[in-house]
């Protein structure tokens, strides 16, 4: 298997924040590090990168799914059961105006994304799984973020996929483009090897879809139903942009096969024809591992990680790890960081960064000051890594 050796330039921020200014994150980082630093005990534990610190920023949380950072200091964060929580200073808002949502299996609120210009439009837009008849489906909307912060105005849908039964396999990130548009990533709805929605054209599971600020499809491709921008994925958990605009994805395998990939528009990502796993009774998944007109991952990890949550990190506070790829896992207690500098026989070198705290980790993101948060479901609790102070 081959595979593009990748070093993506060091940033002073995270590319999703690129554009906003100097002043700005300079108080948003300021916010932020007064928000972690209440009171909270830390935990200190070694990394390649030298000594960092694992701090509570803040606990309490039933299923926490995703977390997005506000200018103001802000975070906000959404609760599977279709809680959404604003976090500032000392306090804690729950915001009303959110869609009814599907919280059965693994359905439920899902992502939540900031767009860079939320300063001027206050939008906030959501994933969810929607209740439809026959079943339910991955929906994407949004809505506008009252001046108290208290409710979410006007909560529009702007795209939903086709109904199927069960509560399996929803994905479901959102990513804003470099030219504003959105990605939204959806699941093959858990329909197994032998399903074919991930590699049916005219469906939405199993997909990237690509939208305007308004919902309408922003890709269109000769046979390929409108708005979607690649197929052949089975669950993406974790999204992010890369430095040179390009969307990362991490997606769960079967037994094993869990993958990291790049995704090009147009392109297949094989699920369920070609797999580094295998089906939960031992049977072998589609062809195996390669097919001509398939990409093959970056990197796969055998046995399954279950990754959730996704970063290219930008090198702001530790300049070691500039470039390398963060993600976490739901099935074991650590977090996964990836460097493309060096080649294994999976893709890329790992390091594996475990403590009490890393257990089950549902979302990476990397805030305004450079510092490395995550959520834990295992105990509903959001935390932040960062370089120790010396002592």
Avoid at 215 to 221: F, L, T
Wanted: net charge negative; with cysteine; charged share 20%.
């Amino acid at each position: 298997m081959t595979r593009p050796m990748f070093r993506p330039p060091m940033l002073a921020i995270d590319i999703r924040h690129a554009r906003i200014a100097r002043a700005r994150i300079a108080a948003t980082a300021c916010a932020l590090a007064l928000l972690a630093g209440q009171g909270h005990a830390q935990t200190r534990l070694d990394t390649s990168a030298g000594p960092m610190e694992i701090s509570r920023v803040a606990d309490g949380f039933e299923e926490p799914w995703a977390l997005g950072f506000l200018p103001d200091g802000g975070i906000i964060v959404t609760e599977r059961d279709g809680t959404l929580v604003i976090l500032r200073d000392d306090t804690r808002v729950e915001v009303s105006g959110v869609p009814e949502v599907f919280a059965e299996g693994q359905g439920g609120l899902l992502d939540v994304m900031v767009p860079r210009d939320f300063t001027q439009s206050r939008e906030i837009w959501l994933s969810y799984a929607a209740p439809l008849s026959g079943g339910a489906a991955t929906a994407v909307g949004k809505g506008r973020l009252s001046a108290d912060g208290r409710v979410l105005e006007d909560f529009a849908q702007l795209y939903v996929g086709d109904a199927m039964p069960g509560g399996r396999h929803f994905g479901s990130r959102i990513v804003e483009a470099a030219d504003g548009t959105v990605f939204v990533t959806t699941g093959d709805r858990g329909t197994g090897p032998g399903g074919t929605e991930a590699q049916d054209l005219a469906r939405v599971e199993g997909s990237v879809i690509h939208l305007n600020r308004d919902g309408s499809p922003a890709s269109a491709q000769d046979g390929w139903r409108a708005g979607l921008y690649s197929k052949g994925h089975r669950n993406a958990q974790g999204a992010t942009l890369g430095p040179d605009g390009a969307l990362w994805l991490v997606e769960h395998g079967a037994q094993g096969g869990d993958e990291l990939n790049i995704v090009r528009q147009g392109a297949n990502y094989g699920w369920p024809v070609i797999s580094y796993g295998v089906n939960y009774n031992g049977a072998a998944i589609g062809t195996g591992q390669a097919a001509e007109g398939m990409e093959q991952p970056l990197h796969y990890w055998d046995p399954s990680i279950a990754p959730s949550g996704l970063i290219v990190y930008s090198g702001a506070l530790v300049p070691d790890w500039a470039g390398d790829v963060f993600t976490g896992s739901l099935n074991q207690s650590f977090l996964s960081r990836l460097d493309p500098d060096t080649s294994a026989a999976t893709g890329f070198a790992e390091e594996r960064i475990e403590a009490e705290e890393t257990g089950r980790v549902r979302d990476v993101r990397e805030a305004p000051d450079g510092s490395i948060w995550f959520l834990s479901v295992l105990d509903g609790a959001i935390y932040r890594l960062a370089p120790a102070e010396s002592s």
